[in-house]
C-alpha cells in the first residue's frame, strides 16, 4: 500500500515505500516465538529504560519501523520528548541519563555494533557494576531481541508511521 500524505507548507511528502513481505503472515510461528521473547526479555527491566534500549538499537539498525513503535511507547510510557530526541547524540548529553540508563546505552551500541567482534570488557564491566546479574542478563537479552525485530523490519521494509502505543503484532 503506498499513501501520500500533505504538508500544508512544502507540498506532499514522498510515498511510502511499500513493505516487500509480509513475514509475520508467512512465518507466523517464528512471529508468535518473538512476541514470546519480547515478552520474556523485558521481564525485571524499567520500562522507560527497555524502551530506551529499544529506541537506541533501532537508531544503530536504521529501523524505521521499531523508531516509530519503541519512540510512541516511550512516550507513552511516560518518557520525556526530551530524552528521546537527544538518545541519538547521548555521549554529548549525557546530563539526561542515570549513571545506569547510561551503562545500558553503552552496552546497546557494543552488542549492536559488533564491528569489531566482542563487546569491550570495560563497557560490560559498568554496566555489570550498576545491574545485578539477573537484572543485566534481562537486559542482553533485551538487546538481543530488538536487534533481531530490527533485522526483520529493515529486511521486510516494514513502513513507519502506522503503529500506535498498546497495538502488538
Not at 100 to 120: N, S, Y
Request: glycine share 6%.
Amino acid at each position: 500500500m503506498t499513501t501520500t500524505t500533505e504538508d500544508t507548507t512544502t507540498g506532499a511528502y514522498a510515498p511510502e515505500q511499500p513493505a516487500r513481505l509480509n513475514w509475520s503472515e508467512h512465518a507466523p510461528e517464528v512471529y508468535k516465538a518473538m512476541l514470546r521473547l519480547d515478552t520474556a526479555a523485558r521481564r525485571g527491566l524499567d520500562p522507560k529504560l527497555y524502551e530506551l534500549v529499544k529506541i537506541r538499537a533501532s537508531q544503530l539498525n536504521h529501523c524505521a519501523f521499531c523508531l516509530d513503535m519503541h519512540t510512541k511507547d516511550a512516550l507513552a510510557a511516560g518518557e520525556s520528548v526530551e530524552r528521546i530526541v537527544q538518545l541519538g547524540a547521548w555521549e554529548e548529553s549525557r546530563h539526561f541519563y542515570t549513571e545506569k540508563e547510561l551503562a545500558a546505552i553503552e552496552l546497546t551500541e557494543a552488542v549492536t555494533v559488533l564491528t569489531d567482534g566482542f563487546v569491550p570488557d570495560a563497557v560490560y564491566g559498568r554496566a555489570a557494576a550498576l545491574f545485578e546479574e539477573a537484572e543485566l542478563a534481562q537486559l542482553v537479552s533485551a538487546i538481543a531481541v530488538i536487534n533481531t525485530w530490527n533485522r526483520f523490519g529493515v529486511t521486510f521494509r516494514m513502513a513507519p508511521g502506522h503503529y500506535h502505543p498498546g497495538q502488538h503484532g
